[in-house]
């Protein structure tokens, strides 16, 4: 079974400051992992992902992120916040088996400061 | 193409009623999954829909089921509403099922579900 945790459910950055979410992830076997985002009242868009390809991913509005086998990571980071990044960001899981489903993690809500 | 589309947007339903939830996919796929976000929570996973038959379930109860047509738009019901039924409820639609896709999961902007 596959699970994340994201620690922090509201991590507060100042407009251009450096962006931060963590998430951990806990599988028997090799995962996919992803980063999606929702804004209020609505659906989730899929950020990136990755699928044992290159352990940096890069994904959409300047997001990226790190997998790291050794501390079961996949954090996500952007180097500038802008005050649209303002949304809640979740991390999530699958296995790579044709009954596997995406879990995601909790949320964790960024705010962005002026 | 067309993304995933539910109806309807909102909804206020009493406890005890019944209600259905519908969800068209995005053009090309073939796999529906249903998620139930609770205020404040990550969505979890209600079950799947591929070609027509369910293709795993989470842990919700049996009143709690699922359609889905040859079109390979779906149905959500829920039966005997509960008060913690509340939530908003997403559908996301794919091409495949998993490791058998390239992990391209399209969601719907959701249905809001109110019990009183």
């Known amino acids: 079974a596959q699970s994340v945790t994201q620690l922090g459910s509201h991590v507060s950055v100042s407009e251009g400051a450096l962006v931060l979410l963590r998430c951990n992830y806990s599988?028997?076997?090799?995962?996919?992992l992803f980063w999606y985002v929702q804004y209020p009242n609505q659906g989730l868009q899929l950020l990136l992902k990755?699928?044992?390809?290159?352990?940096l991913v890069k994904g959409i509005n300047g997001f990226e992120a790190e997998f790291k086998k050794s501390e079961t990571s996949f954090h996500l980071t952007k180097p500038s916040a802008h005050m649209s990044d303002a949304a809640e960001y979740f991390c999530?899981?699958?296995?790579?088996?044709?009954?596997?489903?995406?879990?995601f993690g909790k949320g964790t809500r960024l705010h962005i400061l002026p | 193409e067309t993304g995933v589309t539910q109806s309807p947007t909102h909804l206020i339903k009493t406890r005890g009623q019944q209600v259905t939830l519908r969800c068209s996919s995005q053009?090309?796929?073939?796999?529906v999954s249903w998620y139930q976000q609770a205020l404040g929570q990550g969505p979890q996973f209600i079950f799947q829909?591929?070609?027509?038959?369910?293709?795993g379930r989470g842990n919700f109860p049996p009143r709690f089921s699922g359609l889905q047509f040859p079109n390979y738009s779906s149905e959500l019901n829920v039966n005997a509403l509960e008060l913690d039924d509340s939530a908003l409820y997403l559908c996301?639609?794919?091409f495949g099922t998993g490791g058998m896709i390239d992990y391209g999961y399209t969601f719907g902007s959701g249905t809001r579900l109110t019990v009183v």
């Open positions: 829909y591929y070609r027509e038959e369910e293709n």
């Open positions: 053009s090309g796929h073939n796999t």
């Open positions: 996301a639609s794919s």
């Open positions: 999530a899981v699958s296995g790579k088996n044709r009954d596997d489903k995406i879990i």
């Open positions: 599988s028997s076997v090799p995962p996919y």
């Open positions: 990755y699928t044992s390809a290159a352990t």
